[in-house]
């Protein structure tokens, strides 16, 4: 069983359109998150949700838009895609009582043309 | 502004040998330090992690070594093999916010 899932793998599409990646956990936890990892590995977190609510909320353009239907899922929306956006984006989740570690899927590697 | 700083950026060992990355950070609300492994096309993995009040911590080959005063620490990977070839990020974490260190790019050559 995958402890954070995210869909799809790949994504490749144009400037300009909007795309959505989902994000399931299965761990129980109450707090999950998107980063963005760029070509130079370096990782940066977007978004953090607790139980749904909105918690952390970085420096990211309005374009993007996380959405938690309840604590197991944090899906991204990303709405006029620019070269810019390509990336890996990570989803996970940490659990509660603090020293707690994150939990990440696999990626979802964006390719803006 | 990076809230953790980490380096070499990339490092080169022979099979057998000890790897070691350095990490310091600004913030003295961190209380607690993992370091994550990165193998390509998968998802960072929590390795090792420490708290502020132990100086030391050893898993297998894996040690973290904390100075609280200094506010750095530093993975040591000891016996260093072609399988611990990865990307690793130290990172740092207060009240459910995880920064992360640009990571290290760690080659083991046979």
């Known amino acids: 069983d995958t402890a954070v899932s995210q869909t799809p793998k790949y994504l490749v599409t144009q400037m300009g359109n909007d795309k959505s990646i989902k994000c399931e956990q299965n761990?129980?936890?109450?707090?999950m998150y998107w980063y963005k990892q760029d070509s130079k590995k370096f990782l940066k977190i977007m978004f953090s949700?607790?139980?749904?609510?909105?918690?952390i909320n970085e420096t990211v353009p309005n374009r993007f838009s996380p959405k938690s239907p309840d604590k197991a899922h944090l899906n991204l929306h990303i709405n006029s895609l620019e070269l810019g956006d390509s990336a890996v984006y990570f989803c996970?989740?940490?659990?509660?009582?603090?020293?707690?570690?994150?939990?990440f899927g696999n990626g979802t590697r964006l390719t803006v043309t | 502004q990076q809230q953790v700083k980490q380096s070499p950026q990339s490092l080169i060992v022979q099979k057998g040998g000890i790897s070691i990355i350095n990490c310091a950070y600004e913030?003295?609300?961190?209380?607690?330090f993992p370091w994550y492994q990165q193998f390509p096309g998968k998802g960072p993995a929590l390795l090792i992690a420490?708290?502020?009040?132990?100086s030391e911590k050893k898993e297998g080959r894996f040690t973290i070594s904390f100075n609280k005063s200094a506010k750095q620490f530093s993975l040591h990977i000891m016996d260093s093999q072609p399988g611990d070839s990865a990307t690793y990020f130290c990172?740092?974490?207060?009240?459910?916010?995880?920064?992360f260190g640009a990571g290290t790019r760690l080659t083991v050559k046979p």
């Open positions: 949700y607790n139980n749904k609510e909105l918690i």
């Open positions: 913030n003295t609300a961190f209380d607690y």
């Open positions: 996970a989740s940490m659990g509660t009582g603090g020293h707690s570690p994150l939990h």
């Open positions: 990172a740092a974490t207060f009240n459910n916010d995880m920064r």
């Open positions: 761990l129980g936890h109450d707090t």
């Open positions: 420490i708290r502020p009040d132990v």
